[in-house]
């Protein structure tokens, strides 16, 4: 039996997931932190990979201290990031527009739910030449509890008006993954930086190395 049977719903993590941003993401906090006399280092923002721009703040804060400017170094920090993709394009994740192809073509409604604010969103898709690609986009400032609650994935299921156990989450993320099962989804787990931890790890579905692994995986 196809692995597509009863499957109405591809719902796609971005940052991590689609484009290679996490990697991006350490070297521009350590530079913004350096600027304003902090030191960064890569464990801090790996701690905050997965969640909400605003809960990163309690990340630095629980190491530099209520002090830390996180407002001031966050928009430094953004800064960096779209003067590189401005200068390099996006990073692009193994096998991203192989997938969109392959779902458009055998019809499978595309999403993305992320924890990143829409503004956010809509620069990177368009960045990427993918912003008119998916049928639905929720954001993480668009629901009231964020990931590893199951809010953000049964508001999308909801408007493409699907059952949650027809929908796959594509995610590289704890609390990615978590929020996919509570909404009794099928998690399908694809690692980028961060590992999973044991609990999590019997959760998933699927674990594939790429998106490219995901479309064979679905092919067959």
Known sequence: MSPMNNISLIIFDMDGLMFDTENLAIPTWKRAGERYGYNIKTDHVIETIGIYFKDSRIVFEKYFGKDFPFDEVRELREKYVFEYMKKNGIPIKEGLYSLIDYLEDKKISK???????????????????????????????????????????????????????????????????????????????IPDIKKLSENTEKLIFKEFDSLLEVKEFLKT
Do not use: H, W
């Open 111 to 189: 999403a993305i739910a992320t924890s990143s604010k829409r503004e956010k969103v809509e620069k990177y898709l368009s960045y990427a030449n993918i912003e008119n690609r998916f049928d639905f986009i929720v954001c993480g400032d668009e629901v009231m509890k964020r990931k590893p609650y199951p809010d953000i994935f049964l508001k999308v299921a909801q408007m493409a008006r699907c059952d949650p156990d027809q929908c796959i989450v594509l995610e590289d993320s704890e609390n990615g993954i978590i929020a996919a099962s509570r909404a009794e989804m099928r998690p399908v787990f």
